[in-house]
Each structure stands twice: as C-alpha cells, then as structure tokens.
C-alpha cells in the first residue's frame, strides 16, 4: 500500500468516525454512503473494518444494518 492509499483509507476512517460521532442513534450504510459520498460498498468495507477492529457496533434491524460508535461497557 502506498502512502497515499494509506492517508485515503485514514481519512476516510476518520470520516466515518466522525459522522457516527454526530449520529448517536446510527446510520445505515446506505445513510453514510449518501452523507459522505461514497460508493456503497465502500462505506460497507470501512464499516466492517471498523467493527472487527471493536470500534463500531452493528445494529440488524429487518435487512438494515444500522452501525454506531461503540461506547465502553461497563
């Protein structure tokens, strides 16, 4: 991966992040798609990396996958 790939996929980590952040309900990946203008299935591998990284949580509500910022449990 080059540096640039490598500062693509940061940025758009931290994009993800950051609109989860402000939507503490969750969005769909069809809602971050559209907020950040990214290719579904773009906003559907970051999100993936991000909950197998313990980062976000996914919510399955009917064929909807609804995804929030993981809060520390206690």
Do not use: C, P, W
Request: zero cysteines; proline letters at 0%.
């Amino acid at each position: 991966m080059t540096g640039k790939s490598a500062a693509r996929e940061q940025r758009t980590k931290s994009l993800i992040l950051s609109t989860l952040a402000k939507n503490k309900d969750g969005l769909t990946i069809s809602d971050l798609s559209h907020i950040l203008d990214l290719h579904y299935t773009t906003a559907s591998k970051y999100l993936a990396v991000l909950e197998a990284a313990g980062i976000v949580k996914r919510r399955d509500i009917g064929m909807a996958k609804v995804f929030r910022i993981k809060e520390n449990e206690k």
